[in-house]
């Protein structure tokens, strides 16, 4: 069983920032991708950012240059630290692994969500 444990939501001002953190735990052989998708109210869910096993991180238009995707020694874990917001970054925010576990194959596992407004 695989758990994705999420923090770091909340409310800030415009132009404030907000770190997000994703720890993965389970019977885990490796992850492949690990990262961050958003959904608006009203709007498709999106990739933010996320961190392939091997290469770069990928991100979103929007949040290039405000946010940065990082993640832990162990690559069992991500942080989304994120400068900047504007209103339009308000979301929930879930955090998303491509994971091969010792009983199934990789595949996606989601994790609950964690809400960020970015109000006045």
């Known amino acids: 069983q695989v758990q994705l444990l999420e923090s770091g939501g909340g409310l800030v001002q415009p132009g404030g920032s907000l770190r997000l953190s994703c720890a993965a735990s389970?019977?885990?052989?490796?992850?492949?991708?690990m990262g961050w998708y958003r959904q608006a109210p009203g709007k498709q869910r999106e990739l933010v950012a996320n961190?392939?096993?091997?290469?770069?991180?990928n991100y979103a238009d929007s949040v290039k240059g405000r946010f940065t995707i990082s993640e832990g020694d162990a690559k069992r874990s991500v942080w989304l630290q994120m400068n900047n917001l504007r209103p339009e970054d308000a979301a929930i925010y879930c955090c998303?692994?491509?994971?091969?576990?010792?009983?199934?194959?990789?595949?996606?596992?989601w994790g609950q969500g964690t809400q960020v407004t970015v109000s006045s």
């Open positions: 389970g019977n885990i052989i490796s992850i492949i991708a």
């Open positions: 998303n692994a491509e994971i091969q576990t010792h009983s199934l194959p990789a595949r996606g596992y």
């Open positions: 961190i392939p096993d091997f290469g770069d991180a």
